[in-house]
């Protein structure tokens, strides 16, 4: 319960705001142009509710802004770009646990920023269930940013930048909380990953010619691994008990530190596919250096317990049955999956 007390008390002051915009679908009065926000053919329908935050080019620009400031942190240092870095899917590659303001550690692995807007719950225990809600879990938390969203805004509003970036990108102008979480969605709102070697393949578009180990790869992951990573989001948004043992020092229960139910112990988001070949380490713990050690995992390493998902439990065996054979189409399909375009485009980089 510990995440879901630290974070009521700011979400509950959040919220209202949510509540008169989540359900609007009227126009949106914008003071500039919005951009273009495309779905991909191959993709389910989007999440997020554009409507009533539709992105702008001034509001993605403020957002960009924001997710490279130091300031959002107690230390003027640690932006979300920090622990996002673009050439690695936006996660923190290399690193097992986020490391924040001070150098203190956290305690899970950052999660890659991508296709934000077609997920429907956030972190990898779900403590929130909005994007507009998502940045403050990383502000707030005492060893990743170390601030108050009060004492941001305090910083920001006396930067006579932002108060023109503000001014142009939203119609009241103000420097809010509201305005502020919505500049930083708009920005994850077009962070779309869909140009991958395999979305080429499915859209039979070209570039996307598989070999045969690849077809063979998707054969097996279709088999073995969609259940859970569905979609071509590769993801079904769920949280699960993948069988990984806690951590030593640690026992991260995940879910149920939110929800409280002790059937929700160890379980994890089901974490995207995407870009998977540069996102290393792997796992909420970051444990594991390769996907050639995941795949190790899912053959011979899942630990049985209460809450243990049952496709990981059946016909009396643990884990998923892969040879050598299997892991190397598996890993040759996987790396399909990385989107060049996306790790290189210069509108969600820093410089």
Known sequence: MRILIKY???????????????NDDSDYSALDENLKV?????FPEMSYNLASNPPTKNGFELGKKLFY???????????CGFCHEQRSAFTHHGHQFSHGINDLE?????PAIQNMAFQT????????????????????????MGETLSNVLFKISSDSEYKRLFASAFENGEVNNENFLKALSQFMVMMISANSKYDKFVRNEEGGEFSALEKKGLALFESK???????????DNTFRNNGL??????????RAEVSGRI????????????????????????RFGSLQSVLNFYTNGVKDSETLDLVLKQNGKLGIALNADDQEALIAFLETLTDTDYINDKRFSEY
Do not use: Q
């Open 69 to 79: 400031d130091g300031n959002l942190s107690a230390n003027g240092f640690i932006s």
């Open 245 to 254: 043992p806690p951590y030593p020092g640690l026992n991260d229960l995940g």
């Open 263 to 286: 059937s929700d112990n160890y379980k994890f988001k089901v974490p995207s596919l995407r870009n998977v070949a540069l996102t290393a380490p792997y796992m909420h713990d970051g």
């Open 225 to 235: 691994c969609a259940h859970c990573h569905k979609t071509d989001l590769f993801t």
């Open 121 to 144: 719950e956030f972190a990898w225990d779900g403590a929130t269930s909005h994007l507009d809600l998502f940045p403050i879990i990383p502000i707030t938390n005492e060893v990743e």
């Open 38 to 42: 495309t779905i991909p053919a191959n």
């Open 106 to 110: 956290g305690t899970r692995n950052a």
């Open 8 to 22: 009521t008390s700011v979400l509950l002051g959040v919220l209202l705001f949510m509540s008169c915009t989540a």
